[in-house]
């Protein structure tokens, strides 16, 4: 499956955004997916995922209450909704899929990802 992130920007602290992950070449509903993120100074750490229909979710600490992942199958598509963002949310961030059981935090127990969309909030 090919992923491609978009929906970043140069934003202000407070406002919100919401990035769209586009999957092509199979069918989304196959993977559990997740949203990851890195910035210059550390490893790309795990933000949000979502099993495979949908009804489950994990939001890492971080971001509980103000980011929220969400899927449509039938688009083939990924979302995370991100508002009250502050500075430290500056980042590239990835959407991820996963073609094996369970929703994981680790980058490497992921299988496919695309570019990322950077994400700017400035202060």
């Known amino acids: 499956v090919q992923l491609q992130a978009s929906g970043g920007g140069l934003v202000q602290s407070g406002v919100s955004l919401t990035l769209s992950c586009a999957a092509s070449g199979d069918t989304l509903s196959r993977y559990i997916m997740a949203w990851f993120r890195q910035d210059a100074k550390n490893e790309r750490e795990f933000v949000a995922g979502?099993?495979?229909?949908?009804?489950?979710?994990y939001t890492a600490d971080s971001v509980r209450g103000r980011f929220t992942i969400s899927r449509d199958n039938a688009k083939n598509m990924v979302y995370l909704q991100m508002v009250a963002l502050k500075p430290e949310d500056t980042a590239v961030y990835y959407c991820?899929?996963?073609?094996?059981?369970?929703?994981?935090?680790?980058?490497?127990?992921?299988?496919?990802w695309g570019q990322g969309t950077l994400v700017t909030v400035s202060s």
């Open positions: 979502i099993n495979s229909s949908g009804g489950g979710s």
């Open positions: 991820e899929a996963r073609g094996r059981p369970g929703l994981a935090f680790r980058r490497n127990e992921y299988d496919f």
